[in-house]
């Protein structure tokens, strides 16, 4: 797609993706016909487009990803397309039952669940970016890290696990007004990670009651084991080696894959 400004400059106020992890190419003068940019400048985000709608013939139902960075892809290659949720959509379009599931990934770096932060917060947006999307049946829910990660240690954590436990619940009931079935995704081991990994170990503590609650709370119409296939048998507050791209909180490809590979595809017939 190419997109040419009139007067030749954008406003301060336009949309944009910092975290696109694929490349856009600027170049001055309209070139909305040329099918190539020769001395274009290349830049790691999206600008304007914000989703692309798709008239199919056949029925279309959206599983819809909401998540933070480790949804929206930090740590895949640029121009890849090997995100967790691009792998999801490879499986699923790769098997008759659920060929016709989009899978739109409704994620931002940085994001939190409770509170504004890059974007606004998750309860914020549920209805813009999930409950508004045409054709969503199902959600997958895998945000929370950064609301453990960016609240004090020690006591702090305790209202975190209390907090992020009551949102989930709200999501699940909002979800359920419009018919869309939730499924919930346990936060994965930030071990190391020199920002987020207290000494004492009470960021890691309110991880283990979130995960907890998700897992057998009982609220979500499934759970998806995204620590279990991601932590590091041997020290399972970390993650796998293999998976780690080096800062201990977001992952490689190869982890990636390994979480898409994780989600049972009968979850969205």
């Not at 070139?31 to 199919?56: C, D, I, K, N, R």
């Amino acid at each position: 797609m190419t997109i040419h400004l009139a007067d030749g400059q954008a406003s301060d106020a336009i949309t944009s993706h910092p975290g696109s992890r694929t490349t856009s190419h600027l170049l001055a003068g309209d070139h909305v016909e040329a099918e190539e940019l020769p001395g274009a400048t290349p830049t790691g985000h999206w600008y304007f487009l914000s989703g692309v709608e798709v008239l199919s013939r056949g029925t279309t139902a959206a599983a819809v990803i909401l998540g933070d960075s480790l949804t929206d892809g930090r740590g895949s290659t640029a121009n890849g397309n090997d995100r967790r949720p691009d792998r999801l959509a490879d499986r699923l379009h790769a098997q008759r039952p659920t060929a016709g599931v989009a899978v739109p990934n409704q994620a931002a770096g940085g994001n939190r669940v409770l509170d504004d932060g890059l974007g606004p917060d998750v309860l914020a947006r549920l209805d813009r970016d999930v409950l508004a999307q045409r054709g969503a049946e199902w959600l997958v829910v895998f945000e929370g890290v950064n609301d453990i990660g960016t609240a004090e240690a020690a006591a702090a954590q305790e209202r975190v696990a209390a907090d992020l436990t009551a949102a989930y619940d709200q999501i699940v009931v909002r979800a359920h007004a419009q018919g869309i079935r939730v499924y919930g995704a346990a936060l994965t081991a930030f071990g190391g990670d020199t920002a987020y990994d207290d000494p004492e170990g009470h960021r890691e503590a309110a991880r283990q009651r979130v995960n907890a609650w998700i897992r057998t709370g009982g609220r979500f119409d499934g759970v998806i084991g995204f620590d279990r296939v991601t932590r590091d048998p041997a020290d399972p507050r970390r993650l796998l080696p293999a998976f780690d791209t080096g800062d201990h909180l977001h992952l490689n490809p190869a982890g990636y894959r390994a979480m898409a590979d994780a989600v049972p595809a009968r979850l969205f017939r």
